[in-house]
T-cell receptor
């Protein structure tokens, strides 16, 4: 069942601006992951944050996790046209290794 | 680099046909997954396999079956294709640890007429 819900559904920003998207989930998790999907392609893993972590960085990506609010955010700094894609959060439940994906946030970066 | 390949990028089939979608991974992953992706619904898990010949139903298994005879290969079978199975099908694989990421194939866009 779909556990993660991303917000907003779509985002349009100018090149160089930051993009922030949020993910909320319902049950306890072991980890939360973010994936990117370019149009018509498969998903590519971006970053994983464990339930005992609060913040994680990878290049221009910053992920936060608030387990008390059951929410996460993904920040892309200094966006580029190549960041145009759909971004999905996926939650890994405590008792399982399957992932539950949200419906995604579509990000468009305008040149 | 992990590689997950899917047998077709695009497929057009007629209602009632039997359809085979093949997925192969080269990283010796224990877990393999089949998802379908529809606009506004995200990825929904159809079936997954955690070992050769082992399978478990996902959230939407109706109308589908799977086969895993070898560790590297996971097949999705539509026994009698219907128009509501028109979708993007994504295969993924992962190791079996608790913090493992999934590696996805490029997807198969299936149109059932």
């Amino acid at each position: 069942s779909q556990q993660g819900e991303e917000d907003p559904q779509a985002l349009s920003i100018q090149e160089g601006e930051n993009a922030t998207m949020n993910c909320s989930y319902k049950t306890s998790i072991n980890n939360l992951q973010w994936y990117r999907q370019n149009s018509g392609r498969g998903l590519v893993h971006l970053i994983l944050i464990r339930s005992n972590e609060r913040e994680k960085h990878s290049g221009r990506l910053r992920v936060t996790l608030d387990t008390s609010k059951k929410s996460s955010s993904l920040l892309i700094t200094a966006s580029r046209a190549a960041d145009t894609a759909s971004y999905f959060c996926a939650t890994g439940p405590s008792n399982d290794y399957k992932l539950s994906f949200g419906a995604g946030t579509t990000v468009t970066v305008r040149a | 680099d992990v590689k997950v390949t899917q047998s077709s990028r695009y497929l057009v089939k007629r209602t009632g046909e039997k359809v085979f979608l093949e997925c192969v991974q080269d990283m010796d992953h224990e877990n393999m997954f089949w998802y379908r992706q529809d606009p506004g619904l995200g990825l929904r898990l159809i079936y997954f396999s955690y070992d050769v010949k082992m399978k478990e139903k996902g959230d939407i298994p109706e109308g589908y079956s799977v086969s895993r005879e070898k560790k590297e290969r996971f097949s999705l079978i539509l026994e009698s294709a219907s128009t509501n199975q028109t979708s993007m099908y994504l295969c993924a694989s992962s190791f079996s640890g608790s913090d493992e990421t999934q590696y996805f194939g490029p997807g198969t866009r299936l149109l059932v007429l």
